[in-house]
């Protein structure tokens, strides 16, 4: 860890943990029931680790990781206490949504012990006992455990993350790593993303073509099975998507005689590239090709995607109009279903189980598919209430760039969760029509909650991150620590939900994973390093101030594509918009100090002002090293826009702790900057409207506006 990354950490758990109890490690997800009772134990050294009733050799593993994670939190050495661990049953359901997850775990002065129903459980127990054994700043000496009880077990079985290989490849190195951290939040199933447009991932040795444009970046078979066999040891789920009939552009680079004709001089030809349905040696060839992949990829789940394909993919292929005639299909949707029950039935030739997007949902389908839901919430109802099993994805789209906040208020069974307003609608249509038609799409009806039975067909909920504005060496800062919060959402009891605890234990629950591997940090600082060599430290103090712009706003060659260019330019992820944070831990705790401040805590001035003065101050030495930098001098507004709103702040801050009202002039200085910062982050604030209306410079979002505003509305209060 660099300069950087040792002196945030140290602020970050140091602030975190004094707005923590003490005696109370941060535990996320929070378990089903925690009772802390008076006294620890120390932990001087190594557990002396006794097992029963377990796999043997996957419990000696997932020991071993815990001991060799316990030696990086803490530098004591000598002999430690005892930890025991038993399992009631061997657990057939391992790695399936039927897996024993549940566990007792204690700590009491004779050490510490583990009761699981199942090998799951004990990984599960054992996240939990290193988020209780890590270091937390101001304890002196060895290591220790607070005495405790707890009782713990999943809300839902399918707590899923996503990664999209196919846009942007993601190394094996950096997918293992993701791994590593899903095992310590207990998170249980990797959905990848394998194929679309961009690339073909996995190695074919049936058709060697697919990967042969890759330039090397694929998975080869050995590579699989290497991932498949890691992921399970830690408890993870391997589910593969091989998307269908579109999103198939690689597959039609190598293989284009397995292309409809699309229509001629299609602006958006890649967008409404598909199979050719009505040509049999396509099923020949997915027959072939799904057979050798089933085979890298033992989990009974496997994605066959089926969403968006276009009105276009096949109204101008004569052949295809043909096809749907002679067989009585009457429209795309129509000849959708009649394509994926070919495919699922090869699937469940095979032994598995087909999930698709919720689109397959559309007309009827067995039962025995499972439907993935990400359109709107309200697509939970449609699922469950035919009888599908349902995994959800609306709300928990973390490559939007929304507000962590804003997923984590998403329940996995409200059908109100995620979607456009009829207001919402309204204006859409209004401002383009193009853009109302698709929010008409995604419109939230009112439907009553589920019930029971239905409740039960929800299995549980995925977040996605696709890759279009994603690298290899962005992964980890676009999906840590937000994921955290999600798998706390998927795995706690529904109640466990306060937006402002979550933002106090989210930074320790980061330092704990950068502790032992996780890169968010240093791909953040690694970033800025690039973009400002020498003088990282003030692009790092911007970017503690904004954020970038959301709902792919910040996506230039979708928004080049929506105004017709055939051919735009690949998106460059080069810019201040690229390493800035999603969620700003600076902006949350200068945040918490103004409301301390504001509520009658004369003692956060300080903190308050020591942050404001940094802002303000910081736009000058971005100016002096913005020179001669495109990428830099792009960021120059909204570091002229972050030292102005500082100074704002600071004029309210000397007028509370003077006990008198700002002038009039500063309070319309300050209005007027708070207004634009909020005109500017409502522009990307949701869905396709990003899409429509002006985004500030370099599509940066100065983020601490409403702080501000609270500064200046206290300010204005005072006698």
């Known amino acids: 860890m660099g300069r950087i990354g040792g002196a945030v950490l140290g602020a970050v758990l140091a602030a975190?943990?004094?707005?923590?109890?003490?005696?109370?490690?941060?535990?996320?997800?929070?378990?089903?029931?925690?009772?802390?009772?008076?006294?620890?134990?120390?932990?001087?050294?190594?557990?002396?680790?006794?097992?029963?009733?377990?796999?043997?050799?996957?419990?000696?593993?997932?020991?071993?990781?815990?001991?060799?994670?316990?030696?990086?939190?803490?530098?004591?050495?000598?002999?430690?206490?005892?930890?025991?661990?038993?399992?009631?049953?061997?657990?057939?359901?391992?790695?399936?949504?039927?897996?024993?997850?549940?566990?007792?775990?204690?700590?009491?002065?004779?050490?510490?012990?583990?009761?699981?129903?199942?090998?799951?459980?004990?990984?599960?127990?054992?996240?939990?006992?290193?988020?209780?054994?890590?270091?937390?700043?101001?304890?002196?000496?060895?290591?220790?455990?607070?005495?405790?009880?707890?009782?713990?077990?999943?809300?839902?079985?399918?707590?899923?993350?996503?990664?999209?290989?196919?846009?942007?490849?993601?190394?094996?190195?950096?997918?293992?790593?993701?791994?590593?951290?899903?095992?310590?939040v207990k998170l249980d199933v990797l959905h990848l993303h394998l194929s679309d447009n961009e690339g073909f991932r996995v190695e074919s040795k049936l058709y060697p073509k697919l990967t042969a444009e890759n330039g090397g970046q694929f998975y080869t078979q050995g590579q699989v099975r290497d991932l498949v066999a890691y992921a399970a040891e830690r408890g993870v789920r391997v589910v593969p998507e091989f998307d269908v009939p579109a999103h198939t552009g690689a597959i039609l680079r190598a293989?284009?005689?397995?292309?409809?004709?699309?229509?001629?001089?299609?602006?958006?030809?890649?967008?409404?590239?598909?199979?050719?349905?009505?040509?049999?040696?396509?099923?020949?060839?997915?027959?072939?090709?799904?057979?050798?992949?089933?085979?890298?990829?033992?989990?009974?789940?496997?994605?066959?995607?089926?969403?968006?394909?276009?009105?276009?993919?096949?109204?101008?292929?004569?052949?295809?109009?043909?096809?749907?005639?002679?067989?009585?299909?009457?429209?795309?949707?129509?000849?959708?279903?009649?394509?994926?029950?070919?495919?699922?039935?090869?699937?469940?030739?095979?032994?598995?189980?087909?999930?698709?997007?919720?689109?397959?949902?559309?007309?009827?389908?067995?039962?025995?598919?499972?439907?993935?839901?990400?359109?709107?919430?309200?697509?939970?109802?449609?699922?469950?209430?035919?009888?599908?099993?349902?995994?959800?994805?609306?709300?928990?789209?973390?490559?939007?760039?929304?507000?962590?906040?804003?997923?984590?208020?998403?329940?996995?069974?409200?059908?109100?969760?995620?979607?456009?307003?009829?207001?919402?609608?309204?204006?859409?249509?209004?401002?383009?029509?193009?853009?109302?038609a698709a929010a008409k799409g995604m419109q939230l009806k009112p439907l009553p909650p589920l019930t029971p039975d239905e409740a039960k067909l929800v299995l549980g909920g995925e977040m996605e991150l696709w890759a279009e504005l994603i690298d290899d060496d962005m992964i980890d800062m676009?999906?840590?620590?937000?994921?955290?919060?999600?798998?706390?959402?998927?795995?706690?009891?529904?109640?466990?939900?306060?937006?402002?605890?979550?933002?106090?234990?989210?930074?320790?629950?980061?330092?704990?994973?950068?502790?032992?591997?996780?890169?968010?940090?240093?791909?953040r600082e690694r970033a800025a390093e690039r973009l400002a060599p020498g003088h990282a430290e003030v692009v790092m103090t911007l970017l503690e101030a904004v954020a970038p712009a959301r709902n792919h706003a910040h996506n230039h060659t979708i928004l080049a594509m929506l105004r017709g260019q055939a051919h735009p330019p690949p998106q460059m992820l080069t810019s201040l918009a690229d390493a800035a944070p999603v969620d700003s831990f600076a902006a949350w705790r200068f945040e918490a100090d103004v409301k301390r401040l504001t509520g009658g805590d004369a003692g956060a001035a300080p903190a308050v002002r020591a942050q404001l003065t940094q802002w303000r101050d910081n736009d000058a030495r971005f100016a002096a090293i913005a020179a001669g930098s495109p990428d830099l001098a792009a960021g120059k507004p909204a570091s002229a826009d972050v030292a102005a709103l500082a100074s704002d702040g600071l004029e309210a801050l000397d007028a509370i702790v003077a006990h008198r009202a700002p002038s009039a002039q500063a309070q319309a200085r300050a209005a007027q900057d708070i207004d634009k910062a909020t005109r500017f982050e409502a522009a990307s604030s949701r869905p396709l409207f990003s899409f429509m209306r002006p985004q500030p410079p370099d599509d940066l979002i100065v983020t601490i506006g409403p702080a501000i505003g609270m500064l200046v509305d206290a300010a204005r209060a005072k006698p």
């Open 16 to 184: 975190a943990a004094s707005a923590c109890a003490a005696a109370q490690p941060v535990l996320m997800p929070q378990p089903r029931s925690v009772g802390f009772e008076p006294g620890v134990l120390a932990i001087p050294g190594p557990f002396k680790v006794k097992v029963s009733g377990c796999r043997q050799p996957l419990a000696d593993r997932a020991v071993a990781r815990f001991q060799a994670d316990l030696d990086l939190q803490q530098a004591a050495r000598g002999a430690g206490p005892t930890l025991r661990i038993s399992c009631a049953e061997r657990d057939g359901g391992y790695l399936t949504i039927a897996a024993k997850e549940g566990y007792g775990l204690s700590v009491r002065a004779d050490g510490v012990a583990i009761d699981a129903q199942g090998p799951a459980g004990v990984l599960r127990a054992l996240a939990t006992l290193r988020q209780l054994a890590a270091a937390q700043p101001g304890v002196p000496g060895p290591g220790q455990l607070p005495f405790v009880r707890i009782d713990d077990a999943p809300r839902f079985a399918w707590r899923g993350v996503e990664i999209d290989t196919a846009r942007h490849f993601m190394s094996l190195a950096a997918v293992k790593r993701q791994i590593d951290a899903m095992e310590r």
């Open 255 to 436: 293989y284009p005689e397995f292309a409809a004709k699309g229509p001629p001089n299609d602006p958006l030809v890649t967008q409404n590239l598909a199979l050719n349905p009505a040509s049999e040696e396509i099923y020949r060839f997915l027959d072939r090709l799904f057979g050798e992949m089933t085979a890298l990829f033992p989990d009974r789940d496997f994605h066959v995607g089926g969403d968006e394909v276009s009105d276009a993919a096949w109204s101008a292929d004569a052949g295809v109009q043909a096809f749907m005639k002679a067989n009585s299909i009457e429209g795309r949707v129509a000849m959708e279903a009649w394509f994926h029950a070919r495919v699922r039935k090869m699937l469940e030739a095979r032994g598995k189980r087909v999930i698709g997007w919720d689109e397959i949902a559309v007309t009827p389908i067995p039962k025995t598919v499972a439907v993935q839901v990400w359109r709107t919430s309200n697509a939970i109802a449609t699922a469950v209430q035919a009888g599908h099993p349902a995994v959800v994805s609306a709300g928990y789209y973390l490559d939007l760039l929304n507000p962590v906040t804003r997923h984590y208020a998403v329940d996995p069974l409200d059908l109100q969760g995620d979607g456009f307003t009829e207001a919402e609608v309204a204006q859409a249509a209004k401002e383009n029509a193009l853009a109302g």
């Open 478 to 523: 676009r999906l840590w620590p937000r994921a955290a919060a999600l798998a706390e959402r998927f795995w706690s009891p529904a109640g466990v939900r306060d937006p402002d605890a979550l933002k106090r234990r989210l930074p320790v629950i980061e330092g704990e994973l950068e502790a032992l591997g996780l890169q968010a940090r240093a791909q």
